[in-house]
């Protein structure tokens, strides 16, 4: 038996009795059958299946590389456009007189540590480091690899895939649903986010798949920063204990290794998806950002602090004048050599990232939106966009800045370059500190990385229930929160064993597209929406 959760012009169908008391069916059951079956066909012959989805992907970056390119400097064009026309900028998330629930120090905390807290850590270092030795300005001749004429483009780059494009794919989302959920009341699903442009249709078996294609995208992309994570939780335990068995002989972290993270993680994340928003992730936020300025903090002290502030400089200048030209440049001429390795660069590089962060939206996006209500679209534009993009640069250039001034400086010769991308931090620690005050800190960073990815893993758990319930935030029945915990374990499992983080890419590049569609139109409808009402 059903009942229609109505609110204006969207009726989502959720049933009263039985094992989806309080869900939408369809939308509930539909991704757990798509999973399992993923979860079999990939169990069942992992090797094959990795190099399937290896070719998927290759097939849809030259196919779709183009696209992504496009539709991300679209919803930072539509993003920022929105926040600077006075009549769209002091618009309300929510109703008109509503005060922010959270305050600022809880409200950044939140959305930087659901966002993006794992990617800093495992990208604080290795980001710049990569950039650093190959980059497309090296490819074109334009600077030298691992030489000092070409660290300010290693971040311009670096920049480039943690600036104010991927904050924009969080903000399409986040400014669509706070405005429409609650300052028109309709339920807070990515559904909601085309009704401007669709009407009643989403009520029907169109925004059952809108919803759906907001799961698989969730699930895929919060498996691979979850992937990351526990490379890199494993690479700190091995840091910490130097127990063999948790890396191999090239300094990867095993898939045992591995496993044993994954099983931690995901069983401290459902203990605080249970504990609800206020409680279990609103405290490992706060968690979160203390540690994050300690860590940044030790690096400002002790790190090559005047090395790093030159680059943080430099680094704004340089991507801001580069940006239009780095967001809509497509290299797609594999003829020549350097046109092939441009092309490879982009596709490994950009495309990549632009299909993570497509994938992390639906999840990040409606989460950022539930703890903004009562926020101007303005005061949202500055806060999850322009102060993380800022937040980001300082981790890449006092963390990474002294990475490569160890590489420059000829101390590190080649240890933190040549370091598998978990371990790139550590090393950068072990060298600039004594052994037992490098396992200290170790232990810091691993704490860290733990609570981020617990706020992360609960707090997706949440809006998955979130999204299958038609919009109701209550929903975190022990069962269901359960159950969504096993299949992404398991999908993660079975992906790392498959191919290992390769697997995981493939598998969230091809996912993301269907939702980078949805997210296109969601930016023309809430561009209708709020311009249209403002008038």
Not at 10 to 25: E, H
Not at 77 to 96: D, F, I, M, N, S
Not at 281 to 309: C, R
Not at 343 to 359: C, D, E, L
């Amino acid at each position: 038996m059903g009942q229609s959760n109505s609110n204006q012009s969207v009726s989502i169908n959720i049933q009263q009795s039985g094992f989806y008391q309080g869900f939408n069916r369809i939308v509930a059951a539909v991704p757990k059958v798509v999973i399992i079956a993923l979860i079999l066909w990939v169990g069942l012959s992992p090797e094959r299946a990795g190099e399937q989805l290896l070719v998927m992907q290759n097939w849809s970056i030259s196919s779709f590389g183009g696209w992504y390119i496009y539709v991300t400097a679209f919803f930072t064009l539509a993003c920022l456009l929105l926040a600077l026309w006075p009549r769209t900028g002091t618009v309300v998330l929510g109703k008109q007189d509503e005060q922010p629930e959270f305050s600022l120090f809880t409200w950044l905390s939140m959305m930087f540590g659901a966002g993006i807290g794992i990617g800093m850590l495992t990208y604080s270092t290795a980001e710049p480091i990569f950039h650093f030795a190959t980059n497309p300005d090296t490819i074109q001749g334009l600077s030298t690899g691992l030489n000092e004429d070409n660290v300010r483009n290693a971040y311009k780059w670096a920049l480039l895939h943690y600036g104010l494009t991927p904050w924009a794919c969080y903000g399409v989302v986040g400014i669509s649903l706070g405005y429409l959920s609650y300052g028109r009341g309709l339920p807070l699903t990515i559904r909601s986010g085309l009704q401007p442009l669709f009407g009643r249709a989403m009520s029907g078996w169109l925004g059952h798949l809108v919803d759906i294609a907001a799961i698989l995208a969730t699930l895929i992309g919060l498996g691979v920063t979850i992937g990351y994570g526990v490379s890199q939780f494993a690479s700190g335990i091995f840091n910490i204990s130097a127990m063999q068995w948790i890396v191999d002989e090239a300094g990867k972290p095993t898939l045992a290794a591995q496993i044993m993270g994954l099983v931690i993680i995901v069983s401290a994340s459902c203990l605080s998806a249970l504990s609800g928003l206020q409680r279990g992730i609103k405290w490992l936020s706060n968690i979160n950002m203390g540690l994050s300025m300690f860590l940044v903090l030790f690096f400002v002290l002790f790190g090559a602090t005047l090395f790093a502030a030159k680059s943080f400089v430099y680094a704004i200048w340089d991507y801001l004048i580069a940006l239009p030209a780095m967001s809509t440049t497509v290299w797609n001429n594999p003829d020549t050599e350097v046109g092939a390795a441009l092309q490879s660069w982009q596709g490994a590089w950009n495309i990549f990232y632009w299909a993570w962060w497509i994938a992390f939206a639906p999840f990040v996006g409606l989460f950022l939106a539930r703890v903004s209500r009562g926020r101007t679209v303005r005061e949202y534009v500055m806060g999850a966009m322009i102060i993380p993009s800022l937040i980001c640069l300082t981790w890449f250039t006092f963390i990474g800045a002294t990475a490569i001034d160890l590489e420059l400086s000829g101390i590190a010769q080649g240890a933190i370059v040549n370091a598998d991308i978990s371990a790139q931090l550590f090393q950068t620690i072990n060298l600039i500190l004594s052994p037992e005050l490098a396992i200290a800190l170790s232990v810091v960073v691993v704490t860290l990385l733990l609570t981020f990815l617990v706020t992360s893993a609960d707090s997706g758990i949440l809006i998955i229930n979130t999204l299958a319930s038609g919009g109701d935030q209550s929903q975190k029945k022990a069962t269901h929160v359960i159950i969504w915990g096993l299949i992404f374990a398991v999908l993660v499992a079975v992906l790392l064993a498959a191919g290992g983080m390769d697997a995981l890419r493939s598998a969230m590049i091809i996912g993301a597209l269907p939702f980078s569609l949805v997210m296109a139109l969601m930016t023309i409808s809430m561009v209708k929406a709020l311009v249209f009402d403002q008038k």
